[in-house]
């Protein structure tokens, strides 16, 4: 069936077998292969997108026909430019990655995390990113990055 | 020059965090065959008929391989044991009998559905104490016995030790397998560049792989380049080949570009895991605490195939009592041959098991004599200049003590005072310790080595350099750390050194991305190579320069006696953990970790910690959440939603890494290896804390809350026994 999507800005009008998973949407008919696939059974996260901005959905466990008419953020649409969002500098200066394969994942569901609470205390990160699967890093710097890109990301105060 | 120790922030991290990284599976390309491989879920059978009529009538199916299409059907990193397609007979569950290559997944999903297979069910042998008693079934009859290896280690006397012992302790330990559970599961693309077959994946030792698969589609390694994508994560679970063999199998038979993903069933099913373990152990001291003689006895389950167990035994057997000088050792150590998934290499390679052991009897040796945990540890840790049980003398830079020492200081400055027990809450918190020791680098005579280039480009003076090594940067940031050795070396800045390392055609051969050697090895050949360059430079011509670097020789170890010079360099942790178990349900959260290593020098302090907070959350995982189950060589946890890898809420808040910095003799700027340290002694130290908070000891890994609250239930009873008693 004919479903209408817009990704990142772009509107994707794709014919797709119902039975089609967002997350290979993403990745066979939008070319997006930021989004990954790790375990096909709504447990590791990896796939994490962002509907509409403010939800964040495991992609590998949403058919792309319910994302018809909605919009979907990828990783590859959080940069504006060659402006690294701060969530993506964040990871980078903080260590918040070794082999990279959960981070998209890690990235969306914080961004959708940080929409909510721009000030998250940690255990609302932990609780956050409780879905998401990381076997390299133990956490600890994903944790810090979140705590950074946060800060950054916090009106600064006005001087009187 | 301050490259070295530097934290410099990862250079592939960028593509890591826009989505631009390409792993195997973002590889596929318009036009591209797809393969699907089909599992024998059967754990041990006879292959009576393959009719793949009916898929290859399928629209779409290009072709239907079976053995018969294997040119060389036999692959495996010590012993060539394993088939590609299996012929006759099937021995786990995950055996590959077929595969189907066809225009699309999901045609090749249909054909392999339509492929019908007969089977004859044999007696199968899942336990590795039946696999090795007489008229066991046998895995591999043409080999007549079950048994993969019996290393034997003695060392003095243990009679005599035993004799003069004051306390005399057994006990028998159990652990599980575990799964890696690298994140990005198995995928890997092949297509022909001209004539040469190009096998695009991840690994984690580029020529090891291309030899395999040279031989398996009967070609010269020249023909054959093995090329690694982004790695998502590898921990020893890529050390043996899964997809790269049937995608280079498809694309050479049928001379069009496939491509094979695994989803995770098949990826967990497909590869091997870490060995388990049962162990029985016999401690004797003397009243002050010096431990003075032990025995044991370990078997481990090898699975269906060799591939890494007979080294992984060995390692095991050399630390049957862990980190500590005993006079009077003996070992005998069995792996064999079962009808399960195969075991092979996970980070620590044998020595978690072994500290499962060793480390748990210290402790209640020390709890019997009224010692300190730490100062019966102190009193027994290795020394420099001190002998192993295969009576060769340790490594120089045996620090061991030092690491205790600074644990011990730690833990003391960051768990006391100690907060009063509350009597009314069900939750106990608890302390415990544990010192660990495994090598660095290969083992038993095995020739280890390192090759590098390094180039040279500039005109009156060094302004660039391109550095070529083969290996695996499997997230763990390898390539950064070499490129910060030739920089410092060669004093220059980092962006004007480039690293070629992912293409088995255009660097040299590095070696293997495993036994934490590639900082200590790579790191030498880099250093080695760029000071060959460097000395020889001529700005007309450009220089080049290439050099294989050796560490010092080891040697088998006897067969009969273990005997022998086993390793070049030993890297050494000490961790205390706190725990709080609620004594109700069994429920244990790790609160607190302070992991300390002696790292040699930290090139990069930004991922030597990361490697230690990586390194502990698979530890946690080894010792309370990862149960692997498997009944009768069936696969019950092929998910992660029944294999539970800890999440933010399982690890602590609170980790403290500490690095220490006490040279190696060997090492480039004297860094030695440690990713795989942290995962040595934990388990046992978080046993120790439970026993601290319930006075109960588990034996078993990994310690579920049904485990800890069977462990407190028979604490409790023995004390009541005990009281019963002494009512006169």
């Given at each position: ?160 | ?104 997944a999901d045609v090749a999903a249909a054909g392999a559905a339509l492929v019908e297979i007969e089977y004859e069910d044999l007696p199968a042998v899942t336990d ?266 340790l490594p120089p830079g045996v620090s061991a003590l030092p690491v205790l020492e600074r644990c011990a200081a730690e833990a003391r400055a960051r768990f006391e ?312």
């Open positions: 069936m004919i479903i209408r999507v817009t990704v990142n800005g772009t509107e994707f009008v794709r014919d797709v077998e119902p039975r089609t998973l967002l997350a290979y949407f993403l990745r066979e008919h939008c070319g997006l292969t930021g989004t990954h696939v790790g375990c096909d059974s709504s447990s590791c996260g990896v796939c994490v997108v962002a509907i509409d901005g403010d939800r964040a959905v495991k992609s590998c466990t949403m058919f792309a026909v319910q994302a018809d008419g909605h919009e979907i953020t990828t990783v590859e649409g959080l940069a504006q430019g060659a402006a690294l969002h701060p969530l993506q500098q964040a990871f980078w200066d903080c260590h918040g990655l070794q082999c990279g394969y959960c981070t998209p994942g890690m990235l969306m569901a914080s961004y959708v995390l940080l929409k909510h609470h721009p000030n998250p205390s940690e255990p609302e990160i932990r609780e956050a990113l409780a879905g998401n699967l990381c076997r390299c890093t133990g956490y600890q710097n994903i944790i810090t990055s979140v705590q950074q890109a946060a800060a950054e990301m916090s009106p600064q105060p006005v001087e009187a | 020059m301050t490259l070295i120790g530097t934290s410099v922030a990862r250079p592939d991290a960028r593509d890591k965090v826009t989505g631009a990284a390409r792993y195997p599976a973002d590889l596929v390309r318009p036009g591209m065959a797809h393969a699907k491989a089909i599992f024998a879920h059967r754990t041990h059978a006879r292959i009576v008929r393959i009719d793949s009529t009916r898929a290859r009538a399928l629209p779409g199916v290009l072709a239907v391989l079976t053995a018969a299409d294997v040119p060389y059907n036999r692959y495996g990193l010590i012993s060539s044991d394993q088939e590609v397609l299996c012929s006759e007979r099937v021995r786990y569950v995950g055996d590959r009998v077929a595969l189907v290559v066809a225009t699309n590795p104490l039946a696999a090795l008693l007489p008229g066991a079934p046998l895995v591999h009859p043409d080999l007549a016995t079950n048994l993969l290896l019996h290393q034997p280690i003695r060392k003095g006397d243990v009679e005599r030790g035993f004799a003069e012992a004051d306390v005399i302790l057994e006990g028998t330990f159990t652990t599980s397998w575990q799964e890696h559970a690298y994140l990005q599961p198995d995928a890997a693309v092949a297509y022909y560049e001209g004539d040469t077959l190009v096998v695009e994946t991840a690994g984690q030792w580029l020529h090891e792989d291309r030899r395999q698969l040279a031989a398996i589609v009967g070609v010269s390694e020249d023909a054959l380049i093995v090329r690694y994508a982004k790695i998502g994560g590898a921990f020893g679970g890529r050390e043996d080949l899964s997809v790269q063999t049937l995608a280079a199998l498809a694309t050479w038979k049928l001379k069009r570009p496939t491509v094979l993903v695994w989803n995770r069933e098949e990826a967990i099913v497909g590869h091997h895991k870490r060995h388990p373990f049962h162990i029985t152990t016999r401690w004797g001291a003397k009243r002050d605490g010096t431990i003075i003689a032990v025995e044991t006895r370990s078997v481990a389950d090898g699975g269906a195939y060799a591939s890494t167990s007979i080294e992984v035994l060995k390692c095991a057997a050399i630390f049957a009592h862990g980190p500590y000088r005993v006079p009077n050792v003996a070992t005998d150590a069995y792996v064999t041959y079962t009808n399960n998934v195969p075991s092979g290499a996970f980070r620590g390679f044998g020595t978690p098991q072994a500290h499962w052991a060793a480390e748990s009897m210290i402790t209640r040796i020390a709890n019997a004599l009224e010692i300190d945990p730490i100062d019966i540890r102190r009193k027994n840790l290795y020394r420099e200049g001190d002998t192993e049980a295969t009576r060769s003398v005072p100690r907060p009063p027990a509350d009597s009314s809450s069900t939750k106990r918190r608890g302390l415990g310790i544990a010192s660990g020791i495994k090598n660095v680098g290969y083992s038993f005579g095995y020739p280890d080595q390192s090759t590098a280039t390094v180039e040279l480009i500039g005109s009156a003076r060094i302004e660039r350099a391109v550095v070529r090594i083969g290996v695996a940067d499997v997230g763990q940031g390898v390539s950064l750390i070499l490129r910060q050795i030739v920089a410092e070396k060669l004093e220059l800045p980092l962006r004007s050194v480039a690293i070629v390392h992912e293409d088995s055609a255009q660097a040299p051969n590095g070696g293997s991305a495993s036994a934490s050697r590639l900082t200590f090895m790579a790191g030498r050949a880099v250093h080695a190579a760029a000071a060959a360059a460097q000395a020889n430079f001529n700005a007309r011509t450009g220089t080049s320069a290439t050099v294989q670097f050796r560490p010092k020789p080891t040697t088998a170890i006897d067969r009969i006696t273990g005997e022998g010079d086993p390793n070049y360099c030993y890297g050494y942790v000490a961790q205390a953990v706190e725990v709080e178990v609620d004594i109700t349900t069994g429920l244990t959260q790790v609160l607190r970790i302070i992991s300390v290593h002696d790292v040699g020098r930290a090139i990069n302090r930004q991922q030597v910690e990361g490697q230690i907070e990586g390194c502990l959350a698979q530890a946690v995982g080894y010792a309370l959440t990862e149960n692997f189950v498997s009944r009768e060589g069936a696969i019950l946890t092929p998910h992660f939603s029944t294999y539970l890898l800890p999440t933010t809420l399982d690890m602590p808040t609170e980790i403290y890494p500490i690095i220490m910095e006490l040279a190696d003799p060997q090492g480039p700027y004297g860094a030695r290896g440690m990713s795989e340290m942290p995962l040595v002694p934990f388990a046992p130290a978080v046993a120790a804390a439970i026993y601290d908070a319930t006075g109960a000891w588990v034996n078993d890994l990994p310690m579920t809350p049904e485990r800890i609250l069977d462990a407190i239930d028979a604490a409790r009873e023995r004390l009541t026994t005990a009281a019963a008693a002494a009512v006169p």
